[in-house]
């Protein structure tokens, strides 16, 4: 059974910089594509970040992060990380992270469905 574990949220104004981890166990972690999705009050889960197995050469993310957020991982760690900087007050949210053991195919990484395991998430609130 795979575990994931997020930490770092907080409170930050806006303009500050946050960075989140996961630690994952209970599988070979570099064998994963991990995700971070957020989910604000009243909203859907919505995707933020993704980095593929391995040696994490490919990376997705949403238009609104885009610039802003860094997703990275460190297999020797077993830990994926979310740096976001230049945060918004529109990036509050509770933060999910992700894993799959999927074959990734086009567009797939966007979609919850896709991720077979889930953290249980971690408060990012960021004030004006």
């Known amino acids: 059974q795979v575990q994931l574990v997020e930490s770092g949220g907080g409170l930050v104004q806006a303009g500050g910089s946050l960075r989140l981890s996961c630690a994952v166990s209970?599988?070979?972690?570099?064998?994963?594509?991990m995700g971070w999705f957020r989910q604000a009050p009243g909203k859907e889960r919505e995707f933020v970040a993704h980095?593929?197995?391995?040696?994490?050469?490919?990376?997705y993310y949403a238009d609104s992060v885009k610039g802003r957020f860094t997703i990275s991982r460190d297999n020797a760690g077993n830990t994926m990380y979310l740096q976001m900087n230049s945060l918004k007050p529109e990036d509050t949210a509770v933060y999910y992270c992700?894993?799959?053991?999927?074959?990734?195919?086009?567009?797939?990484?966007?979609?919850?469905?896709?991720?077979?395991?889930w953290g249980q998430g971690t408060q990012v609130t960021v004030s004006s």
């Open positions: 992700a894993a799959s053991k999927r074959l990734l195919y086009s567009g797939s990484y966007s979609a919850t469905t896709f991720y077979d395991y």
């Open positions: 209970g599988r070979t972690f570099s064998s994963l594509d």
């Open positions: 980095i593929s197995s391995l040696s994490g050469a490919n990376l």
